[in-house]
């Protein structure tokens, strides 16, 4: 699959580079410890918009992994800090990630309206800071995902994810929600590390294949210009989580020979979701610089 971008455009957002000197005070920090309503706080002192943080993941082993503020900011004084270590799985009725292989970190979102859960045909603009460690413990061949989006009511397969792998950052169609698995790379993995990226993605999260639409710009570039089927879920809606979400462990085990998986660490921050570009990115001129530039996808 190839790309062409037809109208390069030059931004100026200095936010997306934070440089490594701060490494340093990443490896000695303390972060803090955390409540559900102090996490919640911070969001909304980060201005999330339409986005509203319901709950930690059921999923989530809150006594070996840990969701914890930080110092490490890019929006506010704050991020939120993910970490997950070998053994950190959970259960619950009908579902054991230890089972199948999967270990998480994980931050539930809805949308603020009436029925809470996220609709589709309607625009949506979402926009994560995220930061990868220098020191980052890629699990490749399994599967980790930062940023994916669910059907819910009933629970039904993950639409789109974000996921890092040995070669980077990665916008994925779920094949099993699509007709084809579509996997497109937006930033190498020696560029993502040791400072601040800035994720923007917009969608309309459209069944019909002539109105779909999935945009992505990485640090003010985009990457993905998808037109199609957007959206093959039918149930009552769907919700974002974010963090760290291994699965496949096995995989990672079988082709190093290590019977136990390494520590990974990942910071978000900024986290805002709305219904246009300048709600979200609060920046006439940038969001015309996003809409100005376009690719081809074949």
């Not at 930061?131 to 789109?160: A, H, R």
């Not at 993605?201 to 199609?228: L, R, S």
Request: with cysteine; glycine share 8%; charged share 25%.
């Amino acid at each position: 699959m190839k790309k062409y971008l037809f109208i390069p455009v030059i931004l100026l957002i200095t936010a997306c580079s934070a440089t490594t000197s701060k490494l340093g005070a990443i490896a000695s920090e303390q972060p803090i410890k955390a409540s559900i309503s102090a996490l919640k706080s911070e969001a909304n002192k980060d201005a999330d918009g339409k986005l509203y943080l319901e709950e930690l993941h059921a999923l989530n082993n809150s006594n070996v992994n840990s969701i914890t503020l930080s110092d490490h900011a890019i929006v506010g004084k704050k991020s939120f800090r993910f970490e997950v270590n070998h053994g950190g799985c959970g259960f619950e009725d009908g579902w054991s990630d230890c089972e199948k292989q999967r270990e998480r970190a994980e931050l539930y979102y809805q949308w603020k309206n009436d029925e809470t859960l996220e609709s589709w045909k309607q625009e949506k603009w979402y926009r994560f800071y995220v930061f990868i460690p220098q020191d980052y413990n890629n699990l490749s061949p399994s599967k980790t995902s930062l940023i994916q989006w669910k059907g819910v009511n009933p629970s039904k397969n993950v639409l789109v994810m974000f996921q890092t792998k040995d070669r980077g950052l990665y916008f994925n169609m779920n094949g099993s929600a699509f007709n084809q698995e579509r996997w497109y790379l937006i930033k190498s993995d020696k560029d993502m590390r040791g400072k601040w990226t800035e994720i923007v993605f917009n969608t309309n999260w459209h069944p019909g294949a002539d109105k779909g639409y999935f945009k992505v710009w990485i640090d003010g570039q985009m990457q993905v210009d998808y037109k199609g089927i957007a959206n093959t879920y039918n149930g009552k809606g769907f919700s974002l989580r974010y963090g760290i979400y291994s699965s496949h462990l096995d995989r990672y085990r079988s082709s190093t020979g290590n019977t136990t998986h390494p520590q990974r660490v990942v910071y978000f921050d900024g986290v805002r979701g709305d219904t246009s570009c300048k709600k979200v990115l609060e920046n006439e001129v940038t969001c015309s610089n996003l809409l100005s530039q376009y690719l081809k996808d074949y």
